[in-house]
């Protein structure tokens, strides 16, 4: 198997912690370059009040405010993880998760992309679909899904199942 780059979105979730620490570790076992993705929104622009306005330097600041989180994410993750990593950060901003993890995955010709997957709740999955399955769907190389669980079963209910 030869891995080259490896794709790793985060959403700040609990989930992202596991992912990217599995991705790190695969990257440095084969000398592979980390791609670390966000897909962040800046707030609506409300112009309706005057106390909802973003004006363009809010907007720079919220940009900027994204690109410094994932940065800091990212230094604090491989300084616990103690590996040396080539990492590229990629900050995508105002589109569709989805399609531009699933754009960047192609234009990066990325060889594995890791996600980092929670258990939803039932309304979650109602509004929202599972982006994980377009994600797996979609992708352009073999995916490696960690999981972490949120959501803990009631006592005996593991035992009944």
Known sequence: MDLNRILVPISFAPSSKKAI??????????????????????????????????????????????????????????????????????????????????????????DLMVLGHHEESKMERFLFGRNIDKLVDGAPCDVIVTRSHLFTKKAGAAKAA
Not at 24 to 31: E, G, K, R, W
Not at 63 to 85: C, G, H, P, Y
């Open 21 to 110: 620490r599995t991705a790190a570790t695969l990257a440095s076992a084969f000398d592979a370059k980390l791609y670390v993705m966000n897909v962040y929104k800046t707030p609506p622009r409300m112009f309706h009040s005057v106390g909802g306005i973003l004006f363009p330097k809010d907007l720079e600041k919220e940009r900027l405010d994204a690109i410094k989180k994932l940065d800091e994410f990212v230094r604090k993750e491989m300084r616990l993880l103690k590996v040396s990593v080539d990492v590229k950060e990629i900050n995508v901003e105002d589109e569709d998760p989805v399609k531009a993890i699933l754009r960047v995955a192609h234009k990066e010709e990325i």
